[in-house]
């Protein structure tokens, strides 16, 4: 299985509503695609997401839940599991 792992800081606004995660490298050698699924793994809470490509800037949105779920928060230094979601639908 195709995995990439990271250490990154989480992003946020100033009301910490919405949060993102930059990844490090170009996820198309890696995952075959730049809007690539992958399941996420952060504090050993996994979740599915796809990574967003947009101004030349690769990134993962946060949702809320999420960050309660792998105890994050904004401005933290994080370690990022990255691996191919085979589930996701095509």
């Not at 399941?39 to 839940?65: C, E, K, R, W, Y």
Request: proline fraction near 6%; charge should be neutral; glycine fraction near 6%.
């Amino acid at each position: 299985m195709t995995e990439r792992n990271f250490t990154t800081t989480v992003i946020s606004d100033d009301d910490s509503s919405s949060c993102v995660i930059e990844i490090p490298f170009d996820p198309k050698p890696v995952f075959g695609k730049r809007r690539a699924a992958v399941l996420v793994t952060i504090n050993d809470f996994s979740f599915p997401a796809t990574i967003q490509f947009t101004n030349g800037q690769v990134f993962l949105n946060i949702t809320q839940a999420q960050r309660k779920g792998a105890r994050i928060e904004g401005g933290q230094q994080i370690r990022v599991s990255l691996q191919a979601d085979t589930q996701a639908p095509a």
